[in-house]
């Protein structure tokens, strides 16, 4: 979902007469969370908050990106910056959330002998949001309705945070067997 607001971002970016290189450089930035994922699962496995491994930071990075979503969603005016920052803050959220789930489903799925059906379930939940994400970024762009396009990608954190809080289960781990401290 990250991606939705992506088409928009662009087209407004040309509207508002940006160059080239402030349009790369924006969405570098936006990509840095991305291209650091294996650093969720290390901070995850090795530093466990409050007690739980994926839990805890399944609740803290999808409020991030859910807060980040609607605070730009809910605004009408943000320069350059305040959208690099939010947009990224929301890429953070969804990409730690994409680690802590693929973790999730390899532990859960490995006790049950079920993670090849799991993964079966993800990529077709992949790619079907990707095709959504392509026509829906496509309407909001041709509307240049910027606002909805990150209210809409905000829900999806949403329903993860919400998920998570019914539904994922974790056992208390003890911060002397990660051979760190606990945070």
């Not at 699962?41 to 609740?59: H, V």
């Not at 890429?91 to 532990?107: I, K, P, Q, R, W």
């Not at 392509?134 to 998920?163: K, T, W």
Request: proline share 3%; aromatic share 14%; glycine share 8%.
């Amino acid at each position: 979902m990250s991606a939705l607001p992506i088409q928009v971002i662009a087209i407004s970016f040309k509207d508002h007469g940006l160059e080239a290189d402030d349009v790369a450089t924006f969405f570098l930035l936006a990509s840095i969370p991305w291209f650091i994922k294996p650093l969720y699962g290390l901070i995850s496995d090795f530093l466990p908050l409050f007690g739980q491994r994926r839990k805890s930071y399944l609740l803290l990075t999808s409020a991030l990106a859910c807060m980040a979503g609607l605070t730009a969603g809910f605004s009408s005016h943000y320069t350059y910056w305040e959208l690099a920052i939010l947009y990224t803050a929301m890429g953070l959220g969804l990409a730690y959330n994409d680690v802590l789930t693929d973790a999730l489903m390899v532990e859960n799925g490995k006790s049950r002998g079920l993670t090849g059906a799991f993964q079966s379930v993800q990529w077709t939940a992949v790619t079907a949001a990707s095709i959504i994400v392509g026509l829906l970024g496509g309407y909001f762009a041709e509307y240049r309705n910027l606002q909805a396009a990150f209210a809409v990608a905000a829900i999806f954190p949403f329903i993860v945070l919400l998920m998570t809080v019914f539904f994922v289960r974790e056992k208390h781990v003890d911060p002397k067997n990660t051979g760190f401290m606990e945070i």
